[in-house]
Each structure stands twice: as C-alpha cells, then as structure tokens.
C-alpha cells in the first residue's frame, strides 16, 4: 500500500484563528448578578457563645430568665412524657435536648409577634405563656387546637409538616401591607425542610421581604431518617441563599447563641430587611415520639455524645462560673419546674368533661353540607342516647 504523504497538521487553538471573537457573543445583555451572595453565606461552623469568650458580655438578666425556662422546659418534657405512659396524653413529641432552640425562639418575640410551631414545640408555646395544660389538649386527642391561636399570637401546632411556613409568610406579609409591627417566627425540623412548602415559603418571603424568621431545628433525624439521606447541601442554613436571603448556622444547644442569632434574625425583619433562614444544629434526645423506638435506627454512643453537650448543663455550667447564678437560684428554678410538673400533673389526671358536638366547631369558617350532615346525624344518635 501506497504511504500517504499527507503529513497532519496540528490543530490551531480556536483563540489563534483570525475573527474567532466573533464566535464569543457577551453574555445576554438583561445578565447580571442579582444580589452578591457571599453576605447570605452561613458561618462555617454554627455560632456559640456559651464556653467562648463572647460569653463574658452576656446579659446576666436574660441569662437567668433562659435557664429558668430550660430548667422548667426539660421538666415539662419528661413529665408530658410519663403522662403519656399512664394513658393521660395520647402522644408528646418531645424536645428534651431542643429547650434551648424551643425557649430562645418563644422570648425572642413581643407580644404581638406571631409563632408558627411545629407538632414538636409545644414548649416554646407554654414559654410565650400559654397554659401547660392547654397547650396538651390536641396531643390528648380532646379538641381541636385546644387555645385560641389569635389570643396567644400562637399559630395551632402544626402537624402536617412545613404547612406552617406558607402561612407565616402570608401572615407576616398582611401585616406588613397594613402597616402592622408584626414579626412572624416560624419553627419546621431538618426533615421539613424537603416539602414543596418550604420552598414555596422561603421563596415568597423572600420575593415580598416578609417579616419571618425560619428556624430549622436540626435534630438530626426525620423519624428514622438521618440527615445524609434528607438532604445534598453543604448544610440546611446554605438552602437561604438560593432563595436571597441570609442562612445562619447555629449551635442550638447554646440558649445564648440561639437567642442571639434569632435576636438578629427578629431585628433585621421588623426594620424592613427581610426573612433570615436559621439552622440550629442539635439533638432529639428521646425517640420521635412515645410510638416510636429510636434505638433501631441509632447507636448509644451517638446519644451519649450529645448527652455532653446538654443544654441545660451547658448554660447552668457557665453562669455559675461567671458568678451570674448562684444555688439559691438553681435551686428556685428547679422547685418552680417541680411546682408546674406538679399541677400539670393534678389536672391532666382530671377526666376532661367534653361535649362531642364540639368536634363540628372550627373546622370551616362556613360549614359544608357534608359536615352539616354528620352534625346531624351525631346530634340524632346521642339525642337517642339520652332517651334510652
Ligand atoms: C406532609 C407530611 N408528611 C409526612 C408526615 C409524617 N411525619 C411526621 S413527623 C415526620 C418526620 C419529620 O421530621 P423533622 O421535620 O426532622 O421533624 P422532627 O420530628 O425531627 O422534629 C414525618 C415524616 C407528616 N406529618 N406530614
Ligand atoms: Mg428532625
């Protein structure tokens, strides 16, 4: 066969060819960066005050007032919780290892500032004052929502997950359009955060510089769920900058962190600035609720390590040694926590006297023909009761 004399030529670099910027058009002339996101960053590592040196500023006075909560807080967890082994509460998911996401978040607020719980924050309700007893009565399984949401400024504890986000948005933008001062603090877990509602909350806020502060309790499960298996991102507090607001990390276990960072969050709404997303990195340190067995799912080594990073023990630790509390107050908090166990106790074992027409009342504004019908129908069988 012939040799081919045909010798090959390498092939120029496009950029050596004559016109080839005619090839390399400007970016789409409407393209711009729309806001820098480097400000919207999260912290590398989650903020904490408590064992730094930033803990030698803390305020003496709120730092009393965060213990007594977290003291009172764990007591009402385990005691929700042994009510639900004697049969008095139906379920309690509880937040012991969360108190100091669960009582920053409720004094971080005024008044007239609105809360969105989820199912699991039941005490950041009684911290902003409502009833111990009441706040239990949907978990009992008796009424409703069980408080009036408009009198406390509690949104209903929201079982359907992430469904309290969107309403916070909406309920923070209407008064923002009314000229309402009205800051909305809305609660969801790590799991929460993959439903279509956080998205469309965290958009809409956004978008309309809503007055909400999002705080994710990590807690590091959905259930069974771990993290890894929940979420891709870097970290949840990073899932803010894609929508253009600020993401910050927290440790949630610091009750002086938390309070804070939400301090910041809640300031930065009610002057106009918008929503802030906030992670708060802590543990569920019972199962998810009384049905379930978190030891299928997760190792005693995990639990214990966190157990060192209670926080409880961590405030109470740093304010004895830095002479803010001394044992007369330790000892103040932990008999007001056992006086609330105490009552909590005596009126949740009193059989509730409840009227079961009442289960028609506050479920639309306007009742349906078909709700209307089984009003009717239960009226007629309890009627036929009273007879016989
Ligand atoms: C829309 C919706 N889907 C599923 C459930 C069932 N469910 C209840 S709690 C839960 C896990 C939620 O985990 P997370 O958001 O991390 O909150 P945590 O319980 O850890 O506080 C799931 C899947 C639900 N309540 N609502
Ligand atoms: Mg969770």
Known sequence: ???????????????????????????PPAWKPRTDPAPLL??????????????????????????AELVRGRRYNTQATALTKQGRLAVYPSSTGQEACEVAAALVLEERDWLFPSYRDTLAAVVRGLDPVEALTLLRGDWHTGYDPR????????????????????????????????????????????????????????????????????????????LAKQTAAPSLA???????????????????????????????????????????VTYRMDAHTNADDATRYRGDAEVEAWRAHDPVQLMERELTERGMLDEDAVREAREAAET???????????????DPM?????????????????????????DAEDER
Not at 42 to 67: F, I, K, Q
Not at 340 to 354: H, S
Request: glycine share 8%.
């Open 1 to 27: 066969m012939k040799k081919s004399t045909m010798t090959v030529r390498p092939v120029e670099p496009a950029q050596d060819l004559p016109g080839a910027a005619a090839y390399r058009p400007a970016p």
């Open 358 to 382: 009442d289960l028609f009342a506050h479920v639309y504004a306007e009742k349906t023909a078909q709700l209307r019908e089984q009003e009717a129908l239960l009226r007629a069988e309890l």
């Open 238 to 280: 990073h899932k803010a900058v894609g929508y253009g607001m600020p993401g910050r990390l927290v440790d949630g276990n610091d009750a002086a962190a938390v309070h804070e960072v939400l301090a910041e969050a809640v300031a930065r709404a009610r002057r106009g600035g918008g929503p802030t997303l906030v992670e708060a």
């Open 151 to 226: 009198e406390h400024r509690i949104a209903p504890l929201c079982t359907p997950l992430a469904t309290q986000l969107p309403h916070a948005v909406g309920l923070a933008h209407a008064a923002r359009l009314k000229g309402d001062d009205v800051v909305a603090l809305a609660m969801v877990g790590d799991g929460g955060t993959s439903e279509g509602d956080f998205h469309e909350a965290l958009n809409f806020a956004a978008v309309w510089r809503a007055p909400v502060v999002f705080l994710v309790q990590n807690n590091g499960f959905a259930i069974s769920v771990p």
């Open 340 to 354: 609330m166990a105490a009552e909590l106790r005596e009126r949740m074992n009193a059989d509730p006297v409840l």
């Open 42 to 67: 999260p912290d590398s590592e989650p903020h904490r005050v408590l064992g730094t040196d930033a803990a030698a500023r803390l305020d003496a006075g709120l730092m009393r007032r965060l213990y």
